[in-house]
Nanobody, 124 residues
């Protein structure tokens, strides 16, 4: 079992940067695949970035080249570095975890553990 807590959200202007963190507890962090998702009001949940337990990563097309996912296993913490932020990045951001991947790394239904979310707002 695992518990996830996100932090680092806030309000920034277009072109700014922000780093989100997700602290995991209750299990062996390195044995899980981890991911970031986001959801804006009235829109579907979107896969942002994922990192496999072996270190492999995958990014959604809309954030490639701007966002970077990473993890610090010693601190049981997942990160999402967001650069060159745009208004369309505005959303609630969630981290997620799963023990065994049964589908796409960016498919919400694959993940069994979710945090409460942290809000990111980008103004123009």
């Amino acid at each position: 079992q695992v518990q996830l807590v996100e932090s680092g959200g806030g309000s920034v202007q277009t072109g700014g940067s922000l780093r989100l963190s997700c602290v995991a507890s209750g299990s062996t962090y390195i044995n899980y695949c981890m991911a970031w998702f986001r959801q804006a009001p009235g829109k579907e949940r979107e896969g942002v970035a994922a990192i496999h337990s072996d270190g492999g990563t995958k990014y959604g097309d809309s954030v490639k080249g701007r966002f970077t996912i990473s993890k610090d296993s010693a601190k049981n913490t997942l990160y999402l570095q967001m650069n060159s932020l745009k208004p369309e990045d505005t959303a609630m951001y969630y981290c997620a975890a799963v023990e065994v991947i049964t589908g796409s790394l960016l498919a919400p239904g694959v993940y069994g553990y979710w945090g409460q979310g942290t809000q990111v707002t980008v103004s123009s």
